[in-house]
């Protein structure tokens, strides 16, 4: 075995510094003269933007310990909303975003529909808190005609919109080459979830986290030239050793649960929500219309928690466990992040059917305040995981 | 069953409200007579088009009038123990899942009035993340078929909307959202033809659009009247149950003057001179959701402090809400379900909207009761106290579920209350 190569060390650690809001690539486009866009919201479609020449990042939640809490976000939203929504939107009306030309956000969960009109509504009554001006994708999740035809309506009225925003005719040459552009980066990030899939896995959940948030947080083609880098040099990463483990539950802005859970003697081999692996799911039809393309590939991913039955939920989750070849499942769910905790009973039926344990870690508050005691939680479940793969119980 | 705090239910001035009540009793007999007989049992949303299954002669039952209806009977707490027995956390959604949780009573006919009835189909809408989740839930516990109507946003923010909703509907809401929402409806009509083996009547559905819009006259002729008469001839207990119970009814005859009845009975009270406190000092608006559990709360207050609350969500989306007149009647049904989540639950739409209310009815001070576990049902309260406090009227807001009594102390939010109306208000106890 050899050591991986240095480059591909340091391209590890740029898309992590990128991830982790070290490096600001939107800043630096910015000052160049570039649109940003922000974006909340898993439906909106990046290939617009890029093909706008704007650069698409995705709204992130402030890190937060546990111990100072949100409290920008607490003035305007009701406690129902989400532990992951109040990190994000305290960010918002705390001013950090304010350089954004524009935000775009996506009814891809009730609480985020109610978010785009206290932007809206804060922009009317307190102009001072200076968030960037809203605009709305309305996209539909039923798997209907009907639902397949208002989406491609509304992505129709977006590019006209974002056309609007930079001053630029959107042409089919432009949105092919974009639609290239984000197909090329999911193919590279799907490769190294192959790595990440492996037997053993060469590459870590909380690492391919960072990766693949990276690529909602600069421009597409730096992404992928450094993930090329790194998935040249993955062969002869070293080895990870641990119980396998997919997260489910609620979506994640930062390393830290991942880091938690492997740091138990687990390596995360793939997860559902909205900023792991299910942001690089599907490509772009490059044989169609742009448009239909690009609203077939969002509309008719695997479901998300928020905007799926139970069913779809279970059946997904089972799937993607067995392709993932995960010895046990982690549901972890925020605080007020009603939907996971919906799924969560059935799919623990299912997956104990399946021979795959799964530990539910619900209500969970910001940050990582009881980390002991999870700590402690986690060890007891990934120890009766062991102790049943040694005992022959493993059906995986 | 827990130890659960256990609710008053509220004293009845008002005729109409005691035969509403005892109505609703008859009618959910017959109904279970109904299905006994064969026929289908629709269980729907409350943001579902009710119209369509009456102008289909199907029987249907509302998911939140049957909380209500187990919140009222005390069953809640027995209810959403059960549901949490099976995985499902304590604070969950509740308001929306008491009927599912109900559903798991192994004993059924132990229920309000005989229990609820095996449904044949399910509907709802999708405006919540668990809208769906639950119905499904609940449609696979009968084995029985669902369909989930879409939710769309609107992007246009119409000035004084409650102006434009009866005949300028077409221009109040978004134009793709309607065309949308029309197809929906038909996706749903065949769904019951199919299930139910029901037809869709045009002449029945015409008859009760027209009815629906005679129910909101009076219901706005009510909430007028009320709105101008100081002291108030009847608080939101006097109106909040008949004014629901109707609304279920919606499209009926009986729904028509159980409407009229109570214009007529409130009318009757002010031209005599009748009020709830001859020494009014407070008038309140209640936001929010009914605390169904619990309605003879609101009444404490007229007693000790001459502080009545005249205003509710439930009476007002009535009169201002519902009625629409011109075009085709299934895109004018469209236009009633693309607003109410707005007017609810949305700023700018519900706050300019409740400042209007508090003006006409010269509210004193606001209770706003959030339910913590529901973002649905509690839309924009930061928005909404800003907008009344600047219009000069404090806000209260309480924090509770409406229909699960388990988190409910009774002392805390009476003191609350008490501390909002002397300290806030100014008003001493009679």
């Known amino acids: 075995m050899t050591e991986p190569n240095v480059s591909a060390v340091r391209a590890l650690e740029r898309l992590k510094s990128v991830y982790l809001g070290e490096e600001r690539p939107d800043v630096s486009w910015k000052q160049n003269g570039g649109v940003v866009v922000g974006w909340w919201g898993e439906d909106v479609p990046e290939e617009l933007l890029v093909a706008a020449g704007c650069l698409p990042v995705r709204i992130r939640g402030v890190r937060d310990s546990g111990k100072v809490g949100f409290p920008s976000?607490?003035?305007?939203?009701?406690?129902?909303f989400d532990v992951l929504v109040r990190a994000r939107f305290e960010r918002l009306a705390g001013g950090e975003y304010a350089y954004l030309d524009r935000i775009v956000l996506s009814n891809s969960s009730d609480a985020l529909v109610r978010v785009f009109y206290y932007l809206r509504a804060l922009r009317a009554t307190e102009p001072e808190v200076r968030v960037p001006e809203p605009y709305f994708y309305d996209f539909m999740h039923s798997?209907?005609?009907?639902?397949?035809?208002?989406?491609?309506?509304?992505?129709?009225?977006?590019?006209?919109?974002?056309?609007?925003?930079?001053?630029?005719?959107?042409?089919?040459?432009?949105?092919a080459r974009a639609v290239a552009v984000c197909n090329e980066n999911r193919r590279l990030l799907a490769k190294l979830t192959e790595w990440r899939t492996a037997d053993p896995p060469r590459i870590g959940g909380a690492t391919a986290l960072c990766v693949i948030g990276a690529a909602a947080a600069m421009p597409k083609e730096e992404h992928s030239r450094l993930l090329r880098v790194v998935l040249e040099e993955a062969p002869s990463f070293p080895p990870l050793s641990g119980v396998r483990v997919?997260?489910?539950?609620?979506?994640?802005?930062?390393?830290?649960?991942?880091?938690?859970?492997?740091?138990?003697?687990?390596?995360?081999v793939g997860e559902?929500?909205?900023?792991?692996?299910?942001?690089?799911?599907?490509?772009?039809?490059?044989?169609?219309?742009?448009?239909?393309?690009?609203?077939?590939?969002?509309?008719?991913?695997?479901?998300?928690?928020t905007r799926a039955t139970v069913s779809e939920r279970v059946a997904a989750l089972v799937e993607q466990v067995r392709r993932c070849r995960a010895q046990a499942v982690v549901a972890y769910i925020h605080a007020a992040d009603d939907a996971p905790s919906w799924d969560a009973p059935e799919q623990a039926k299912a997956l104990a059917s399946a021979g795959v344990p799964m530990l539910v870690l619900d209500r969970r508050p910001p940050g990582l305040p009881d980390e002991d005691e999870l700590r402690g939680r986690i060890a007891e479940f990934l120890a009766s995981v062991r102790k049943r793969a040694e005992n022959g119980g493993d059906r995986r | 069953m827990s130890e659960a705090f256990r609710g008053k239910a509220s004293v009845k001035r008002l005729q109409t409200s005691v035969r509403a009540t005892a109505y609703q009793k008859e009618w959910f007999m017959g109904l279970k007579d109904r299905v006994a007989r064969g026929e289908p049992l629709a269980f729907v949303n409350a943001d579902v088009p009710q119209e369509i299954f009456r102008a289909m002669d199907i029987p249907y039952v509302v998911n939140q009038w049957w909380s209500s209806v187990c919140a009222a009977k005390q069953m809640a707490p027995y209810y959403l123990g059960l549901?949490?027995?099976?995985?499902?956390?304590?604070?969950?959604?509740?308001?929306?899942?008491?009927?599912?949780?109900?559903?798991?009573?192994?004993?059924?006919?132990?229920?309000?009035?005989?229990?609820?009835?095996?449904?044949?189909?399910?509907?709802?809408?999708?405006?919540?993340?668990?809208?769906?989740?639950?119905?499904e839930l609940w449609a696979q516990t009968f084995g029985?078929?669902?369909?989930?109507?879409?939710?769309?946003?609107?992007?246009?923010?119409?000035?004084?909307?409650?102006?434009?909703?009866?005949?300028?509907?077409?221009?109040?809401?978004?134009?793709?959202?309607?065309?949308?929402?029309e197809e929906d409806y038909r996706g749903l009509i065949r769904f019951l033809e199919w299930h139910t083996g029901r037809t869709f009547r045009e002449t029945q559905f015409r008859a009760i659009m027209r009815r629906v819009n005679e129910m909101a006259e009076y219901f706005r002729k009510t909430r007028d009247l009320i709105a101008e008469t100081v002291p108030a001839p009847v608080a939101v207990t006097d109106t909040m149950q008949t004014v629901m119970i109707s609304q279920w009814q919606r499209g009926t005859d009986w729904a028509v003057e159980t409407a009229k009845s109570l214009y007529e009975e409130v009318r009757g009270r002010v031209d005599r001179g009748e009020s709830v406190c001859p020494k009014e000092q407070a008038r309140l608006m209640w936001l929010g959701r009914g605390l169904w559990f619990n309605l003879g709360f609101y009444q404490h207050f007229e007693e000790k402090y001459g502080a009545v609350f005249v205003w509710s969500i439930y009476l007002a989306i009535a009169a201002d809400g519902y009625a629409r007149y011109g075009g085709d009647p299934l895109r004018a049904l469209a236009s009633r379900f693309a607003g109410l989540e707005d007017m609810l639950h949305m700023p700018p739409w519900n706050s300019d909207w409740i400042v209007k209310e508090a003006k006409h009815h010269r509210i004193s001070g606001a209770v706003h009761l959030i339910s913590d576990s529901c973002t649905q049902g509690a839309g924009g309260t930061y928005f909404i106290r800003k907008a009344l406090e600047e219009a000069g009227?404090?806000?209260?807001?309480?924090?509770?579920?409406?229909?699960?009594?388990?988190?409910?102390?009774e002392s805390e939010a009476v003191a609350a209350m008490e501390q909002f109306l002397e300290q806030r208000l100014g008003v001493k106890p009679l």
């Open chain 1, 73 to 80: 976000a607490d003035k305007y939203l009701e406690r129902g």
């Open chain 1, 143 to 175: 798997r209907s005609r009907m639902a397949a035809l208002y989406n491609r309506a509304r992505a129709v009225e977006l590019k006209k919109a974002v056309e609007s925003w930079t001053g630029k005719t959107v042409s089919a040459d432009d949105l």
């Open chain 1, 246 to 268: 997919f997260v489910t539950g609620s979506a994640h802005d930062g390393p830290d649960v991942y880091e938690l859970i492997e740091s138990c003697g687990a390596v995360v």
């Open chain 1, 272 to 305: 559902d929500h909205e900023t792991g692996n299910r942001y690089f799911e599907g490509l772009v039809a490059e044989d169609a219309d742009p448009i239909d393309a690009i609203v077939d590939r969002y509309h008719l991913r695997s479901p998300e928690s």
């Open chain 2, 83 to 135: 549901l949490n027995e099976r995985g499902y956390r304590r604070d969950l959604c509740r308001y929306c899942s008491l009927s599912l949780a109900s559903a798991f009573d192994p004993e059924p006919e132990k229920g309000p009035w005989g229990g609820l009835p095996r449904p044949s189909l399910a509907v709802t809408r999708i405006t919540c993340d668990s809208q769906a989740k639950i119905f």
């Open chain 2, 144 to 181: 029985i078929p669902f369909y989930a109507l879409e939710n769309t946003v609107p992007i246009r923010v119409p000035s004084k909307w409650w102006e434009l909703v009866p005949y300028d509907w077409e221009e109040c809401f978004d134009r793709h959202r309607l065309d949308v929402a």
């Open chain 2, 393 to 409: 009227v404090p806000v209260l807001q309480l924090r509770a579920d409406p229909v699960d009594a388990r988190a409910w102390d």
